[in-house]
RNA sequence: UGGGGAGUCGCCAAGUGGUAAGGCAUCGGAUUUUGAUUCCGACAUUCGCAGGUUCGAUCCCUGCCUCCCCAGCCA
């Protein structure tokens, strides 16, 4: 690159150099009055190393009296004695970026160079540039073309490098490619499927005024995707037991669960119940609040895929926690046979049975900052980091579940999506990474 | 201050002289063995503000306001 953008220098009407103390407002006189040939020859021991750096600076000359600071003589090369990774110590300048970038774009036969909106005013420069090479033969028009749109925001994220490489660094996060982290191999980890980027990438348009994308229309693609492709499975997240009063002790027996309950050519899978189930924890109560329509003593629901029970009354441990819940089931209730409808519950909790369950790690990722534009108020993003924005857990696991295949993507009814992560999931001893939630309209009415 | 941009529903975003698409969010209601999905319905007499041109303006003109970017030998 160095060896390329060299060359069309020459050409420029009449390039200058200038001390190093003389900014743009000054220096542009004296230069003028100096020939080409010395200038060329100043060009050449500042590649050599002869100055040290900041002693001269090659600048062309186009319009000092420009109202757009870019067209006031820029600076296009500076000497830095920089060791290069092509050209070692050899070449003692480098061109600057805005100087470099059109050339690049021209070589390469760029259409439509896209770029954010802050180099706005330096297109001038861009098109100034490449007609002058135009002209003097070194390329053909037309010409590649600076166009500008707005870079992507995105709430509850932040996108630049600096930052992210500060989360790094300070660990922050556990790597590159932490499940919360906005970047290829982040994302990967997380679960967002490609699919769901492309389509947020059709929602959010393309446009020159710059604004924040709520987060939520990047979960509703991720979450229309996954609910299509994304096979259904039970996973008790925060066990608690349940027991089966009126169930024979040591007893088993196969419930049947479709895969996708929009798409039953994918067949079931079987699902052993018995005396001794888990259940999640919130999904029973003492004193249940207006509308709740789970467990809690008095109340029947359907455990999914098996039998409708009726809730008696809990176990508590000396600090008062709940250490299991009991109930009674109606034999004849069981899903798929002829009774299964005979006894109306609104309530529908999932279950795995203890005896079979595999207890699995599970990660429960949520945003990583907690504020909608992170550092907003404070000038610091760190410090609206989500201290929660994981929470490690155990959590048990349908037995079909335990051999998923890293990469794997399931929905956890009623919990959410999950992927097998690809790096600590091991033959037999999958973990799973949360993706994203399912939207929960429980949770608002409870407020 | 000078220069460069942007202002259409809570958040994005089409439309650019003929009377305001769509998505997300929100709120109703139906279906549902996921409080999910799906489905139906509601959701800008109004397009930053004020004038003007026109039969008619979000769109054209004038003025104003607000927000963002640049003023590195950074990218």
């Known amino acids: 690159m160095l060896a390329a953008a060299a060359a069309p220098t020459r050409t420029i009407a009449a390039p200058v150099s200038c ?40 600048r062309a000359k186009i319009d000092m009296a420009s109202p757009n600071i870019n067209l006031r003589d ?12 092509n050209t070692g110590d050899k070449w003692c300048i480098y061109p600057m970026y805005t100087y470099a970038h059109p050339i690049e774009d021209a070589i390469e036969h760029i259409t439509h160079s896209i770029c954010t909106l802050e180099f706005e005013d330096q297109r001038p420069f861009y098109d100034w540039l490449l007609d002058k090479l135009a002209d003097g033969g070194f390329f053909t028009r037309p010409l590649p073309q600076q166009i500008e749109f707005a870079r992507l925001n995105l709430t509850y994220v932040v996108l630049s490098k600096r930052k992210l ?10 790597g590159w490619d932490d499940p919360r982290m906005p970047t290829l191999v982040g994302a990967r980890r997380r679960g967002y499927t490609p699919e769901g980027f492309r389509r947020f990438t059709d929602q959010i348009g393309v446009s020159k005024s710059d604004g924040w994308i709520d987060y939520s229309v990047f979960e509703a693609c991720q979450r229309d995707v996954l609910n299509d492709t994304a096979p259904r499975r039970i996973a008790v997240l925060d066990p608690v037991k349940l027991i089966i009063d009126n169930y024979p002790e040591g ?39 207006k509308g709740y329509f789970r467990l809690f003593p008095g109340n029947a629901v359907r455990l999914r895929y098996g039998y409708v029970v009726q809730c008696t009354g809990c176990d508590r441990d000396a600090a008062g926690r709940i250490t299991a819940v009991h109930c009674e089931y109606l034999p004849d209730t069981k899903s798929g046979t002829p009774g299964a409808d005979s006894v109306k519950v609104k309530g529908n909790i999932h279950w795995v049975s203890a005896a079979h369950a595999h207890e699995a790690g ?10 909608a534009q992170p550092g907003q108020e404070s000038g610091n993003f760190l410090d609206d980091l989500n201290a929660e924005s994981v929470k490690v857990i155990r959590a048990q696991l349908e037995p079909a579940l335990k051999d998923a295949a890293p990469e794997a993507s399931f929905q956890f009814e009623r919990h959410g999506y999950f992927v097998a992560d690809h790096v600590d999931t091991k033959p037999g001893a999958p973990v799973f990474n949360r993706t994203v939630t399912l939207k929960d309209s429980w949770v608002k009415t409870e407020k």
């Open 362 to 371: 599970v990660r429960l990722y949520d945003r990583l900052f907690r504020t």
């Open 165 to 174: 490489i500060q989360l790094v660094d300070e660990k922050h996060v556990a």
């Open 251 to 289: 007893q088993s027996e196969d419930c049947f669960a479709p895969n996708h309950p929009q798409q039953p050519e994918l067949g079931k899978r079987v699902i052993p119940f018995s005396r001794e189930l888990w259940i999640e924890r919130e999904d029973f109560t003492e004193t249940p609040p």
């Open 19 to 58: 001390r190093s103390a003389g900014r743009r407002e000054d220096g542009g006189g004296s230069a003028t009055a100096r020939m080409p040939r010395a200038i060329l020859d100043l060009f050449r021991k500042m590649r050599a190393g002869e100055f040290p750096d900041g002693a001269h600076v090659l």
């Open 74 to 85: 820029p600076a296009i090369y500076r000497i830095k004695h920089a060791t290069h990774h």
